[in-house]
């Protein structure tokens, strides 16, 4: 079936260290792929996402590549801040639904 | 922006109770979502909705029914609420052709005891 594997969290980092948030799946076709963030107390919102293969999402400084040949979709930041502190779920579209993996906690600290 | 809005924060309920959730948004989403969301598994659709009074089974539908009356109102029922219930339900709307930008609530937080 469709879904999605993250990698397991929390994962704490120091302020401007570089990010990496893994994410693989498994699907039928070539599904669109997606990173949601939830900030503490919020609901989800759309980060970035790309729509085919090696197209790359970017936005607020986080980027992430659609890897067909190792189906992966990592999330990257170059320079974290204490607000990028969150939950980040990657996602993929199929039959006009959206399926999430189970969630990263990230945690900078100052 | 969108926004929507669900209507509890916290929720207590009993075993066998039957439970409302209710969800609104203010921007003309045709489409609305439930989810579930529980530590390790991510979230998982219960039920969405294309149009009013149109309903869609999700994932893991067992336990829970839907009521779409009006366009901007979702309501999530639990018949008969039980302990395996206990969860933060997230609701989200979004535009028909732009299925994949969801908009979500804050969640409500449901205990059943």
């Known amino acids: 079936g469709n879904s999605v594997t993250q990698m397991e969290g929390p994962v704490t980092l120091s302020e401007e260290a570089f990010l990496t948030i893994n994410c693989t799946y498994t699907?039928?076709?070539?599904?669109?792929l997606f990173w949601y963030v939830q900030y503490p107390g919020e609901g989800l919102q759309l980060l970035l996402k790309a729509t085919k293969a090696d197209d790359k999402g970017s936005n607020k400084g986080f980027e992430a590549t659609y890897r067909k040949e190792t189906t992966s979709f990592h999330l990257e930041k170059g320079s974290v801040q204490v607000s990028d502190s969150a939950v980040y779920f990657c996602?993929?579209?199929?039959?006009?639904?959206?399926?999430f993996g189970a969630g990263t906690i990230l945690r900078v600290k100052s | 922006d969108v926004k929507v809005t669900q209507s509890s924060r916290y929720l207590v309920k009993r075993t066998g109770e039957k439970v409302f959730l209710e969800c609104v948004q203010d921007?003309?989403?045709?489409?609305m979502f439930w989810y579930r969301q529980d530590p390790g598994l991510g979230l998982r659709l219960i039920y969405f909705?294309?149009?009013?009074?149109?309903?869609e089974k999700g994932d893991i539908p067992e336990g829970y029914s839907v009521s779409r009356e009006k366009k901007e109102r979702f309501s999530l029922i639990l018949e008969s609420a039980s302990t395996n219930q206990t969860s933060m339900y997230l609701c989200?709307?979004?535009?028909?052709?732009?299925?994949?930008?969801?908009?979500f609530g804050s969640g409500t937080q449901l205990s059943v005891l």
């Open positions: 921007m003309d989403h045709e489409n």
């Open positions: 989200a709307s979004s535009l028909t052709g732009l299925r994949e930008k969801l908009f």
């Open positions: 699907a039928t076709g070539y599904p669109s």
């Open positions: 996602a993929l579209e199929y039959g006009n639904k959206l399926v």
């Open positions: 909705s294309y149009d009013v009074k149109m309903k």
